[in-house]
């Protein structure tokens, strides 16, 4: 069975440092990992996916990284803002468990002013 | 349309009841798949349809949830008998390609079971 783990839990950090969240797997026969952003009462927005080929995806301040091999992507958010406080999940579509996509249970992230 | 739309945004209902939940998916994703999503947890995933037919409902809880896509399009989450544990925000989302495809969730409907 698939499982994600994120750490941390919950981040608080000042406006304008940069951080890197973290996503680990248990099973590296994957199709392709995408990171979310959720905010409170609202839906997730894809931020980006990652193809099981690919080493890392970059958007804008965004950089996603993948090692399937060790079970491992980190996202890395430069020069952090208030507006990027949210709560950032990962997930991961395995080859050995149909199509579907397994979560994380996030990081919620506090930018400070 | 542009995006994933669910509806009702907020359903409130009282304990036994029966509730549908609709999802209309980006035109053209062939994969559409149900999430539900307590809180503070990340989506659990709950049915996954391909076209018009359920690929994989392996994570349906037990046989008073039900899905149905009948043309390939919108799909109609039912859940009967409804227990207070139902209670979460049900999350819809499609895809282009099943294997490759980038997923786009709507904006979730919250269940609320008194």
Do not use: M
């Amino acid at each position: 069975k698939q499982e994600v783990t994120q750490i941390p839990a919950a981040l608080s950090v000042p406006e304008g440092e940069n951080l890197v969240l973290n996503c680990s797997f248990t099973d590296s026969a994957i199709y392709n990992l995408q990171w979310f952003r959720q905010d409170p009462g609202k839906g997730l927005t894809s931020l980006l996916l990652i193809q099981s080929s690919q080493r890392e995806q970059t958007s804008g301040r965004l950089n996603a990284s993948l090692d399937k091999s060790s079970g491992r992507s980190t996202l890395y958010i430069a020069a952090s803002q208030p507006g990027d406080s949210a709560t950032y999940l990962c997930a991961v579509r395995g080859r050995n468990y149909g199509q579907n996509f397994v979560f994380g249970p996030g990081t919620r992230l506090s930018v400070l002013p | 349309g542009a995006g994933v739309s669910q509806t009702p945004s907020n359903k409130v209902t009282e304990k036994g009841k029966y509730v549908e939940l609709r999802c209309d998916p980006i035109s053209g994703h062939t994969a559409l798949y149900w999430y539900r999503q307590s809180l503070g947890q990340g989506p659990e995933f709950l049915i996954y349809f391909q076209g018009t037919g359920a690929a994989d409902d392996s994570g349906l809880p037990n046989d008073r949830f039900f899905a149905v896509r009948p043309e390939g399009s919108v799909s109609t989450l039912k859940i009967q008998r409804t227990e207070r544990g139902d209670s979460a925000v049900y999350l819809c989302a499609s895809s282009l390609d099943p294997n490759t495809g980038e997923l786009f969730f709507g904006e979730g409907s919250r269940l609320t079971v008194l």
